[in-house]
């Protein structure tokens, strides 16, 4: 199981998730070349433990574990996959 962003999230301006995360799964950084161009945060899937810290630390309660996400953001999931899988490709 993994945890996943959505729409309500406001990217940089709001990044407390990103001290949390005990794996570091969450992205961009502000070390990533697109973290002055993120409108938004992701959750990696392969790296995600489940362990649910950030979900508490979000407060645009953006963040849902995957068997929890609404209907209307289920995209997210493949959104926050494909965007860990093309920066893997750079």
Excluded: K
């Excluded at 301006?13 to 005990?22: D, F, G, H, N």
């Excluded at 570091?24 to 950084?29: F, H, L, Q």
């Excluded at 407060?59 to 093309?86: C, M």
């Amino acid at each position: 199981m993994t945890h996943v962003i959505a729409q309500p999230c406001r990217g940089p301006r709001c990044a407390t998730c990103l001290a949390i995360c005990p794996v570091d799964c969450i992205g961009p950084t502000p070390a990533d070349p697109a973290w002055s161009r993120a409108t938004m945060l992701y959750i990696d899937p392969e790296l995600c433990i489940d362990c649910g810290l950030c979900v508490h630390e979000c407060p645009a309660n953006a963040i849902f574990p995957q068997h929890r996400l609404p209907s209307r953001w289920r995209i997210f999931t493949l959104i926050n996959a494909v965007f860990f899988h093309l920066t893997r490709r750079r």
